[in-house]
């Protein structure tokens, strides 16, 4: 029979938290799979599943105990450094409502509006049209595989433990770029 001791189960609990929280946290705040639209339970399947896959590429992570402060720390700083990403993906996504928002007002039709039903809010047509067309160029264009290399390659660039350094915070420009070069060339 099978017998795991609580070092075993931790050391385990420990490879796969720290990835899972930075996947969950660009999953959840990322354009398209960070909607409405997409029920929370299936994002979190979906950030299970790419966890799993991607935790075998990853480099070693630090030994620490999950139920510790430095445990603690590391996960809040996964969650941060994951939702930063989310956030910058989906600030360029609402570049485009913004865009959309001014060519409705200079063409006249700004009262011409409807529930974005992704986002709950009003938005013009224009608008509406222009993220429709930005999130299928996403896709096509296959914008979510770049996001998920890019999510893999962010564990070296900035590594779990030191991703958040304050003398290091010059670097972070240069890390996110960083991550970017390899799904790029």
């Known amino acids: 029979m099978l017998e795991l001791t609580d070092t075993q189960i931790g050391t385990w609990v420990a490879t796969f938290i ?7 946290a660009v ?3 990322m354009p398209i799979l960070g909607t409405r639209m997409l029920p929370a339970r299936v994002r979190l399947y979906v950030a299970v599943a790419i966890t799993v896959v991607i ?3 990853l480099p070693p992570l630090p030994e620490f105990d999950p139920l510790s ?3 603690l720390l590391l996960c809040a700083e996964q969650i941060i450094v994951g939702a930063l990403f989310g956030l910058a993906l989906q600030l360029l996504f609402q570049a485009f409502v913004i865009a959309g928002q001014i060519v409705a007002v200079q063409m006249g039709m700004a009262f011409a509006s409807m529930v974005d039903p992704a986002n709950g ?3 013009t047509v224009i608008s509406q049209f222009m993220t429709m067309l930005v999130s299928t160029l996403f896709l096509l264009m ?6 998920f290399e890019v999510l893999t390659e962010s564990f070296t660039t900035l590594p779990v433990g030191n991703a958040l350094v304050v003398n290091q915070f010059w670097g972070w420009p240069g890390g996110w ?9």
């Open 27 to 29: 999953l959840m705040t």
């Open 18 to 24: 720290l990835p899972l929280f930075r996947v969950t």
């Open 55 to 57: 935790v075998p590429a």
């Open 142 to 147: 296959n914008g979510h595989l770049v996001v």
């Open 177 to 185: 770029a960083g991550c970017f070069l390899p799904a790029c060339c």
């Open 121 to 123: 809010v009003n938005v």
């Open 69 to 71: 402060l430095r445990g």
